[in-house]
């Protein structure tokens, strides 16, 4: 739930029984981890090799993140490096800080599902990896990528394929069915197959007092504040004098299917709407789907894919 583990011993058996139907290999197995003990920062430390930086990382970064470092897991990705007006030579990192508690229950999982772990990523990089630095690109465009998901929307901006701003919003699918189980006060069923047929309102609200305006207003009060929220995370990218234009919004996620909100979200941000298509770049091996239905999987399948591709340097 919100992207955490409550119940180890039902995920660790969802997860062996998964393996087992698709035959899957068990080595070298990547787990993806989003969720609000995740802090992403981005950080200017005196440039250093690349051990000094393991060793010197939870000093350097420590000011900066709202957690104890001796609570956290913490890694990093370099940026650029720079020299200051004073001539002493700098770089900026993105440091990401996970709860020690949550890398833990993720490895207790692992273990109890049976399968042998080569890295716990941030899904974020996922979702860079696997629609922007999988997709051919002329000079460093920088693209925000959205994912909506079920109680958790992902917010990545990447310059040149490489993460430069993460932000992990507690709002997704579920915040819409909610509000039809609120408004016209059905069950959560009935909402859930209402929302994927009526959608947020593609211009201005609505006029009308029946029940499909009704729902559709409710729908499209839950997409505007998500719309705001990720207008925020923007202007919050740019305040930390990011001097780049966001070229396009990439919409992945099941709830990115909603009908309407990826249109929607684009006009208001003022920004070009892609769809993520990472089929167009990555060869699929033998899988249990067709071809339809594997098209269909696309908003699903980034943050997977992207996980998959890691450590082929992307």
């Given amino acids: 739930q919100a992207g955490e583990i409550f119940d180890e011993d039902a995920v660790a058996e969802a997860v062996s029984a998964l393996f087992k139907r698709f035959k899957l290999p068990k080595k070298r197995v990547v787990i ?8 992403v920062r981005q950080v200017d430390v005196p440039q250093m090799d690349e051990s000094e930086m393991k060793e010197a990382l939870p000093f350097q970064v420590q000011d900066s993140l709202p957690i104890a470092v001796e609570e956290a897991v913490l890694d990093y990705v ?17 440091v990401v800080a996970i709860g020690r508690e949550v890398v833990d229950s993720l490895v207790r999982v692992a273990e109890a599902a049976g399968v042998s772990l080569a890295a716990v990523d941030l899904q974020p990089f996922g979702l860079v990896r696997a629609v922007v630095s999988v997709a051919p690109m002329v000079g460093s465009p920088t693209n925000a990528v959205v994912d909506i998901g079920q109680s958790m929307t992902q917010v990545v901006i990447a310059q040149g394929g490489v993460a ?18 609120e408004t016209l006060e059905v069950d959560e069923e009935t909402a859930e197959e209402m929302k994927k047929t009526i959608g947020v309102a593609p211009a201005e609200l609505p006029d009308g007092i029946d029940d499909t305006s009704a729902a559709q207003r409710a729908l499209t009060r ?11 995370s923007m202007s919050f990218f740019r305040s930390q004098g990011e001097d780049v234009e966001i070229e396009k919004l990439i919409v992945a996620g099941n709830a990115a299917r909603l009908p309407h909100l990826a249109n929607r979200m684009g006009r208001v941000l003022g920004l070009p709407i892609a769809p993520a298509k990472i089929l167009d770049y990555v ?9 339809e239905e594997l098209q269909a999987a696309q908003p699903i399948l980034p943050a997977a894919v992207g996980l998959g591709l890691w450590g082929v340097g992307l």
């Fill in 32 to 39: 993806g981890t989003a969720n609000q003990r995740v802090v």
């Fill in 78 to 94: 370099p940026l650029e490096e720079f020299v200051t007006p004073e001539g002493e030579p700098m770089q900026s990192i993105l």
């Fill in 164 to 181: 430069r701003f993460v932000r992990l919003l507690p709002r997704g699918g579920d915040d819409f069915t909610q509000a039809l189980v």
């Fill in 222 to 232: 839950v997409a505007d504040a998500l719309i705001e929220e990720l207008r925020g």
């Fill in 283 to 291: 060869e699929t091996g033998r899988v249990q789907l067709s071809e």
